[in-house]
C-alpha cells in the first residue's frame, strides 16, 4: 500500500448535500449507539460471544465510521446551520466509538 492509498478522494458535495449527509448521518448514528448499547449490556459471556461471531461486521463498522467522518469535516466549511450539524454528527460518532470501546473492553453499563 503506498502513501497515496492511506488518503480518500475528497467529497465533491454541494452545501445542501453537506446537511442532508450529515442529518441522515446524525440519525444513523443515534441508531448505532441504541443497537450497540443493547450489545454492551449483554453479559460479559454473551457479549464476548457476540463479539467474536461480528467482528467482520465490526471492523467494517469502524472503516466506514472513519470514512463516513470526511462528511462532518465538510461541515465546518459550511454554514451555521451546517457546522451545528457537524458538531452534532461528532458527538454521536464518539457516542458509537464511547460504546464499541465498552463492548470490546467489558464495561457493563453507561456512564451517566
Given at each position: 500500500?503506498?502513501?497515496?492509498?492511506?488518503?480518500l478522494?475528497?467529497?465533491q458535495l454541494?452545501?445542501?448535500?453537506?446537511?442532508?449527509?450529515?442529518?441522515?448521518?446524525?440519525h444513523?448514528?443515534?441508531?448505532?449507539t441504541?443497537?450497540l448499547?443493547?450489545?454492551?449490556l449483554?453479559p460479559?459471556?454473551?457479549?464476548?460471544?457476540?463479539?467474536?461471531?461480528?467482528?467482520?461486521?465490526?471492523?467494517?463498522?469502524?472503516?466506514?465510521?472513519?470514512e463516513?467522518?470526511?462528511?462532518?469535516?465538510?461541515?465546518v466549511?459550511?454554514d451555521?446551520?451546517?457546522?451545528?450539524?457537524s458538531?452534532?454528527?461528532v458527538?454521536?460518532l464518539?457516542?458509537?466509538?464511547?460504546v464499541?470501546?465498552?463492548?470490546?473492553?467489558?464495561?457493563?453499563s453507561?456512564?451517566?
Amino acid at each position: 500500500m503506498e502513501d497515496d492509498d492511506l488518503f480518500l478522494p475528497p467529497l465533491q458535495l454541494s452545501p445542501n448535500q453537506v446537511k442532508t449527509e450529515l442529518f441522515a448521518g446524525i440519525h444513523q448514528l443515534a441508531g448505532m449507539t441504541n443497537q450497540l448499547e443493547n450489545i454492551m449490556l449483554l453479559p460479559r459471556k454473551q457479549r464476548d460471544s457476540w463479539v467474536k461471531q461480528n467482528r467482520d461486521r465490526l471492523n467494517q463498522l469502524i472503516d466506514r465510521l472513519s470514512e463516513h467522518s470526511q462528511i462532518a469535516l465538510k461541515g465546518v466549511d459550511g454554514d451555521m446551520q451546517t457546522m451545528q450539524l457537524s458538531m452534532e454528527y461528532v458527538s454521536h460518532l464518539r457516542d458509537v466509538m464511547n460504546v464499541m470501546h465498552s463492548i470490546f473492553y467489558g464495561k457493563k453499563s453507561l456512564k451517566a
